[in-house]
């Protein structure tokens, strides 16, 4: 079955890796039923030694371009961050997703889940949310995201029709 998620994210780097929190935050759009196959997801590794460009002996790699964003992204999720904006941004952008689900809008609602799921990672990064706090948005995302795989699905002929048309 296709759905959302897996037409949206590229295949796995090495299909043996461990699921994890992004792993299964990203497999969640998948029908209700469906066991979970970690094989198909892409979890974030960081790999700071990666060659963008090569002309003779000027290398481009990973770390030049990158290096000082990974660390200032880093210090403001791990210590910077604001808390209630962040709570407040998981809020307003799952109710935007519920908005987008109810007027059709599949891809708009899969922003916004994906907005939710980027407040939660960062409340989590930040400890600002207890264990039985992390459960309830996990499942809160899970259930934003599935309603965006099945609507994005149940609009597939549609969708087919106007790019076609």
Not at 33 to 49: M, R, S, Y
Not at 52 to 71: C, F, L, M, P, R
Not at 128 to 147: C, H, M
Request: some cysteine; glycine content about 4%.
């Amino acid at each position: 079955m296709t759905n959302i998620l897996t037409t949206l994210i590229p295949p796995p780097v090495e299909p043996t890796q461990a699921p994890t929190k992004l792993t299964i935050i990203r497999n969640t759009g998948i029908a209700a039923g469906q066991p979970l196959n970690f094989c198909e997801t892409n979890p974030v590794v960081v790999a700071i030694d990666i060659v963008w460009n090569k002309q003779g002996d000027n290398i481009t790699s990973y770390a030049d371009v990158h290096k000082e964003s990974e660390y200032e992204f880093s210090k403001y999720h791990f210590e910077v961050a604001n808390v209630e904006k962040l709570l407040k941004d998981f809020d307003d952008a799952s109710a935007e997703c519920k908005l987008c689900l109810d007027n059709g809008l599949p891809l708009p609602a899969y922003d916004q889940c994906m907005v939710a799921s980027h407040a939660f990672n960062v409340l989590d990064a930040r400890k600002a949310i207890s264990q039985a706090q992390r459960q309830n948005y996990i499942l809160k995302v899970r259930e934003l995201s599935i309603g965006c795989a099945k609507l994005y699905k149940e609009q597939e002929a549609q969708r087919n029709e106007r790019v076609r048309g």
